[in-house]
């Protein structure tokens, strides 16, 4: 039996001239159209040089030809590679001399300057789409409809995820195609997925949510998707008399929130909303409840593991809890340090076991070391507890990473490329409270004896280095860190002070 995941879509559609994704215009791509187009990517790749094995770097705007890369990738045994479209050149870089993909795929707009900054490298730069008759799109269509899928191993690569360390040095998560299957599989047993639900897809497709949670779970339970560009909250209230589910970011929730009209009326066909990437706070949750009538799943992951928890579909959904462990998911909280196991409702870090859970961090032995106990377990580094009907409640997150609007941002990374400025001596980089992305990232600095720092020459300066969503909000200068007497930066302190910096 092949261990590939494609393997196991087509053996989960029943339906081939079923809609696979419905784009908001109204047309439609059908189950049997995509295993036409998915093959003539695949045969594309093949022609580029992209064998089992290989890495498929991607850097794009949300299109249906992605995911029709994504599954090609997926049907030849390659390693997708997505890489979010805020991502700077100097970012790519990184990536790219870390990843050594055979093809990088891009953006039309952007082909010649990606050709310039990757030129020194080996690997092919090709556009997805666009007017040249050698993009990657424009090539596939002159290929055969049928592809063989190759068989492979259940433990191979499917993908590679980079998650920023504290270090300010990314980590590639090596995810297998068992990993992708099996959480999956257990999303659709779970959240009830059926060939009737259509999914209103908002999300990017180059995170795990919007890409695996989303698209994977889809394709498993043989359902459709509305396909959005990204999450405009027009195009969303428009569309939702047309879906019966939904997954989201708390951002998505509190802005739909904000609007009167969005009613009870306005989803009175909907069953279920997901909302996870970050936390998703109580107020929202009942607030949610009470203009709907409908109470939001929400449920816990990481890039590492897919989905990990998830309040129940049938039975109460705890406002700011996580929920239970997914099927074949077992879980448990220890001393971060120690690793003892402790007791139920002591917070302590989340570590886990299943079949969800990365092959080990690309090229990082000794960090992947690091991450695993000896028993097995992965540690999240995520701190919570299990209250007394078994539920994961998040209680922190260690290591100060910030998640602003459903993305990663860490601290240090940020950092790094604040004291490289002229007139910063030292900065730090903290998470605080804002009604709609849920954390804003901020600086906190302070300036060098010669140098008065700007504000906005600062988040300027940091622009043509970071992604737009790691560039701090603000830039706060005071005339010393707090520090403890081992020298650390005392955020919590500063967290404290400049909590009010966002609310009205």
Not at 130 to 141: H, I, V
Not at 372 to 383: S, V
Not at 414 to 426: K, M, Q, R, V, W
């Amino acid at each position: 039996m092949s261990g590939n995941l494609f393997r196991t879509i087509e053996d989960a559609i029943a339906d081939r001239a079923a809609p696979f994704l419905v784009l908001p215009d109204g047309s439609q791509t059908t189950y049997g159209e995509m295993f036409v187009l998915s093959g003539q990517f695949a045969h594309a790749l093949t022609a580029n040089g992209v064998a089992r094995g290989d890495r498929v770097a991607v850097q794009t705007g949300k299109c249906a030809e992605c995911l029709w890369l994504y599954l090609a990738c997926l049907r030849i045994g390659a390693v997708y590679l997505p890489l979010n479209s805020a991502y700077t050149a100097a970012e790519i870089t990184y990536f790219v001399g870390d990843a050594e993909p055979t093809l990088f795929v891009c953006d039309a707009a952007r082909l010649d300057d990606m050709r310039r900054t990757l030129a020194d490298g080996a690997q092919t730069v090709l556009a997805i789409t666009g007017a040249d008759a050698e993009s990657l799109a424009a090539q596939a269509g002159r290929m055969p409809e049928q592809f063989d899928t190759v068989d492979i191993l259940a433990d191979d690569l499917a993908a590679i995820l980079y998650t920023s360390g504290t270090t300010g040095r990314s980590k590639g998560a090596m995810i297998t195609h068992e990993n992708l299957r099996s959480n999956a599989l257990a999303l659709v047993d779970i959240w009830r997925f059926g060939p009737a639900d259509r999914l209103l897809h908002a999300l990017p497709i180059y995170h795990t949510h919007g890409l695996f949670v989303a698209t994977n779970t889809i394709l498993l339970a043989g359902a459709s998707m509305l396909f959005l560009p990204k999450f405009d909250v027009e195009a969303v209230l428009n569309c939702l008399p047309q879906a019966t589910t939904m997954m989201g970011v708390p951002t998505f929730y509190s802005r739909l929130l904000a609007r009167p009209d969005f009613t009870a009326e306005t989803v009175s066909n909907m069953r279920l909303f997901i909302s996870g990437s970050a936390p998703l706070s109580a107020e929202v949750h009942r607030t949610f409840t009470a203009r709907t009538g409908l109470a939001i799943l929400e449920r816990y992951g990481m890039t590492e593991t897919n989905m990990i928890t998830s309040n129940p579909h049938d039975g109460p959904r705890k406002p700011g809890a996580v929920g239970f462990p997914l099927p074949g998911v077992t879980a448990r909280i220890a001393d971060p340090h120690s690793g003892q196991l402790l007791d139920q409702g002591e917070i302590g870090v989340i570590e886990l076991t299943g079949p969800n859970v990365f092959k080990g961090y690309w090229r990082m032995p000794e960090k992947t070391r690091q991450v695993f106990r000896d028993d097995g377990y992965f540690i999240t580094g995520d701190l919570g507890y299990i209250d007394d009907d078994g539920y994961f409640t998040i209680s922190g997150r260690d290591k100060d990473l910030i998640i602003s609007g459903g993305l990663n941002v860490y601290p240090a990374e940020i950092e790094n490329a604040l004291d490289a400025l002229d007139g910063i001596a030292e900065s730090a980089i903290i998470g605080l409270p804002h009604a709609d992305f849920g954390e804003a990232v901020t600086a906190i600095v302070v300036a060098s004896d010669t140098h008065a720092v700007e504000e906005d020459t600062i988040r300027r300066q940091l622009q043509s280095d970071l992604a737009k969503f790691k560039v701090p909000r603000r830039v706060i200068t005071i005339d010393s860190l707090p520090r403890n007497t081992m020298g650390k930066v005392q955020k919590n302190l500063l967290r404290e002070e400049f909590v009010d910096l966002y609310r009205e």
